[in-house]
């Protein structure tokens, strides 16, 4: 299983608003799904930067398909263009 988490504007702390995230940060990290760069619980600054997402239609969440999975925001990117992850699994 995997997963991915997202954050408009990554910070040190989950907006009140988002309290919620940290459990499901939690189960994420207990299951092994992600992880965070210093290898604790994850924080909203360890999501994937989706600020410049912005409300094109021809921008999404993409994963690096040639890369090792590191569970972690690194294994995914913004696209700049109608670019989209074929959905293969991480080699």
Request: charged share 25%; glycine share 8%; no cysteine.
């Amino acid at each position: 299983m995997d997963a991915v988490a997202l954050n408009e504007a990554p910070a040190k702390t989950w907006k009140p608003a988002q309290e919620h995230f940290t459990a499901i940060m939690a189960e994420m990290y207990g299951g092994g799904m992600w992880k965070s760069a210093d290898g604790q619980k994850p924080l909203p600054s360890d999501a994937v930067d989706a600020s410049k997402i912005g409300i094109s239609l021809y921008k999404s969440v993409s994963r690096h398909e040639s890369r090792e999975n590191t569970h972690s925001a690194a294994d995914w990117y913004i696209t700049a263009d109608n670019g989209a992850s074929p959905g293969e699994m991480n080699r």
